[in-house]
């Protein structure tokens, strides 16, 4: 079974950064594409970033766009989402997941695997 477990998140300022990270344990998801989903109080879980399994191909919410990089070390079963310019709107409970498939997608039920997610807040 996979578990994913999101770090890095905290307390920033506008215009500041943060790096999430997720770890995942329990195989190897060097086959799996990854994502970084949020959620902000009151609202529906959105769409930020995603990468496909190697690396190659990344995909970004237009929101976070020129903002946000996901990032992936295969060899450490880790994805990264480095944050900068961030904004108050961007305070999120931030979810890692893991797809079953290779190819990256921005449609949450493509992803079956999910941390228990990490606080964001900015500051304005």
């Known amino acids: 079974q996979v578990q994913l477990v999101e770090s890095g998140g905290g307390l920033a300022q506008a215009g500041g950064s943060l790096r999430l990270s997720c770890a995942g344990s329990g195989r190897s998801l060097w086959r799996n594409a990854m994502a970084w989903f949020r959620q902000a109080p009151g609202k529906e879980r959105e769409f930020a970033a995603a990468i496909n399994w190697s690396g190659e191909s990344t995909y970004y919410a237009d929101s976070v766009t020129g903002r946000f990089t996901i990032s992936r070390d295969n060899a450490k079963n880790t994805v990264l989402l480095q944050m900068n310019s961030l904004k108050p709107e961007d305070t999120a409970v931030y979810y890692c997941?893991?797809?079953?498939?290779?190819?990256?997608?921005?449609?949450?039920?493509?992803?079956?695997?999910w941390g228990q997610g990490t606080q964001v807040t900015v500051s304005s």
């Open positions: 997941a893991a797809s079953t498939s290779a190819s990256g997608s921005r449609l949450e039920n493509t992803y079956n695997y």
